[in-house]
Nanobody, 117 residues
Framework: QVQLVESGGGLVQAGGSLRLSCAAS????????MGWYRQAPGKQRELVAT???????NYADSVKGRFTISRDNAKNTVYLQMNSLKPEDTAVYYC???????????WGQGTQVTVSS
């Protein structure tokens, strides 16, 4: 059974930095896409950043230039370095993986990021 374990969330002042990590385990097949999504109170879940197995990256416009996504394929781990954080970045951040030839989707349990002004 595939499990995604996230870590690195917390409380930070505006302008600060946090680094999120998500480690996948239990997968028999390789991970096609790894990424991060977020959901703020009262809002829909939205894409933050994704990275393919070959390293192609996509960012939401709101985080371009501030966030950096990376992955370690050997460790089945994806990272999100978040710099210059703003109060509007406050949300629960979810790790997402798309795995195998059937392209099945898996989600982490979410980690809270709170940015104070």
């Amino acid at each position: 059974q595939v499990q995604l374990v996230e870590s690195g969330g917390g409380l930070v002042q505006a302008g600060g930095s946090l680094r999120l990590s998500c480690a996948a385990s239990g997968n028999r097949f390789s991970i096609n896409i790894m990424g991060w999504y977020r959901q703020a109170p009262g809002k829909q879940r939205e894409l933050v950043a994704t990275i393919t197995k070959s390293g192609s990256i996509n960012y939401a416009d709101s985080v371009k230039g501030r966030f950096t996504i990376s992955r370690d394929n050997a460790k089945n781990t994806v990272y999100l370095q978040m710099n210059s954080l703003k109060p509007e970045d406050t949300a629960v951040y979810y790790c997402h993986c798309n795995i195998g030839p059937l392209r099945l989707d898996y989600w982490g349990q979410g980690t809270q990021v709170t940015v104070s002004s």
